[in-house]
């Protein structure tokens, strides 16, 4: 993956799950670089394999610089729920070597 940087919306996070979410819902938790957590929804491509997509949507939706920690959340219509694996996407500053 190329850059990425603080406000940019032109960026699209996609996680391959590897599993059946046939009626989920699914959630990108994360921690902010300042500690702050939240989350945003994450859209269904291919239920049957697992794929999710985030396309950002506004330009305050990353708006920390540094190492995010971010992963999947999953709800399962049984109100069973279950974690992906964490992973880390810093955000720069643009015009600013990192």
Do not use: C
């Amino acid at each position: 993956m190329g850059k990425v940087y603080v406000g940019q919306t032109k960026l699209k996070i996609v996680l391959d799950l590897n599993s059946n979410i046939t009626g989920t819902t699914v959630i990108l938790k994360y921690e902010k670089p300042d500690g702050a957590t939240g989350n945003f929804p994450m859209v269904i491509t291919d239920a049957i394999n697992g794929i999710v997509e985030r396309v950002v949507a506004l330009a305050t939706d990353f708006d920390v610089k540094g190492n995010w920690n971010m992963w999947a959340h999953v709800t399962y219509a049984d109100s069973k729920v279950a974690a992906g694996e964490p992973f880390k996407l810093f955000f720069g500053t643009e015009g600013e070597y990192s």
